[in-house]
């Protein structure tokens, strides 16, 4: 099983809104792509310096993840993430 863990840096005067609004598109994304066995997104409680909205996704295998990446619900997500990024981090361990 792969875990995939994601942080994501907001810009300045992004709403909590966009942000649940994106962590529910997430989580709607188990069901929909082959392979993705859980999804667990939200946003940060507000702590300075802290990312703005963290991911937790496990995946039954890499072909699973490789999936994932092209898959076409997943790219939906990664254009409302686009509004709002300024950075991301992502760590992918086999579990």
Same mark, same amino acid.
């Given at each position: 099983? %792969?875990? *995939? ?7 300045? +005067? ?5 942000? /649940? ?13 082959? +392979? ?7 946003? #940060?409680?507000? %702590? #300075?310096?802290?990312?703005? &909205? +963290? &991911?937790?996704?496990?995946?039954? /295998?890499?072909?699973?993840? /490789? =999936?994932?990446?092209? *898959?076409?619900? *997943? &790219? ?14 992502? %760590? /992918?361990?086999? =579990?």
């Amino acid at each position: 099983m %792969i875990r *995939h863990i994601v942080l994501f840096g907001a810009a300045e +005067g992004t709403t909590r809104e966009a942000l /649940d609004e994106t962590a529910g598109a997430l989580e709607a994304l188990v069901g929909k792509v082959p +392979g993705l066995l859980s999804m667990k997104a939200g946003a #940060d409680l507000g %702590i #300075d310096g802290n990312a703005a &909205l +963290g &991911l937790v996704a496990e995946f039954e /295998d890499r072909a699973a993840l /490789d =999936v994932y990446a092209t *898959h076409p619900a *997943h &790219l939906e997500v990664v254009a409302l993430v686009a509004r709002f990024k300024t950075s991301r981090a992502a %760590i /992918d361990i086999e =579990v």
